[in-house]
């Protein structure tokens, strides 16, 4: 089935490190993403990962896969009042139709 | 030079009235899609287009009819407005491929009255 699960909600301490968690339930996957929202805005496209990967770092982004427990999370190192947003996990379905199943995205809090 | 732009930014109408919500992108993308988040903000495709063809139509009520007169527009007509309708319609394209990333509009926010 499809189908993409996220905490609804983390409050952080400026400085501190943010880890956002997401399950998701189809093997098939090829990709998943993270994107960011911010109020009023679209989603910008944070960072991927190839399903054949473990970790990927992008600056003071890092994201683990565990494939086997289709568990994907985002870690974000000395977050910032600026990262407030929402943030959506989310899947490609393997198929080239370009189908991103999303959860229903994480609520960043950042606390000065 | 917007990449994804979406008009109106905002729509309030009553129920029953037919509206449209019109998307461009100026990314030479293959694949446009247009996007519904309600207000707990799940967002959930609603369809795709690769190249004018219509390649995803998900569970979407009939009275939602997308158009794309070329592929760099994607337009979402919607017929006879309920009040379940209200939400942020996003549009977003991407080029052709599995991978590839999507670009996503500002949103239009509709509430049906």
């Known amino acids: 089935g499809e189908d993409v699960e996220q905490s609804l909600f983390l409050s952080v301490r400026e400085g501190d490190s943010s880890v956002i968690n997401c399950t998701y339930t189809d093997s098939s996957s090829t990709y998943l993403y993270w994107y960011k929202q911010e109020p009023g805005a679209g989603l910008q496209l944070l960072t991927y990962?190839?399903?054949?990967?473990d970790m990927k770092q992008d600056q003071r982004l890092t994201v683990l896969l565990n494939k086997k427990d289709k568990h994907l999370s985002l870690r974000i190192a000395d977050t910032q009042t600026g990262d407030s947003a929402i943030y959506f996990c989310a899947e490609s379905m393997g198929s080239n139709t370009g189908k991103l199943i999303f959860g229903q995205g994480t609520t960043l809090q950042v606390k000065p | 030079d917007t990449a994804v732009s979406q008009t109106p930014k905002y729509l309030v109408t009553q129920m029953g009235n037919d509206k449209s919500i019109k998307c461009e992108q100026n990314l030479g993308h293959d694949t446009m899609y247009w996007y519904k988040q309600d207000s707990k903000k799940f967002l959930k495709i609603m369809f795709s287009y690769n190249n004018k063809e219509l390649i995803i139509n998900e569970t979407v009520p009939n009275r939602f009819s997308p158009k794309s007169p070329d592929k760099a527009h994607l337009n979402l007509h919607i017929n006879s407005l309920e009040l379940g309708d209200s939400a942020v319609y996003f549009c977003?394209?991407?080029?052709?491929?599995?991978?590839?990333?999507?670009?996503f509009g500002p949103g239009t926010r509709l509430t049906v009255t």
């Open positions: 977003a394209s991407s080029p052709v491929g599995v991978g590839s990333e999507q670009y």
């Open positions: 990962i190839f399903s054949n990967m």
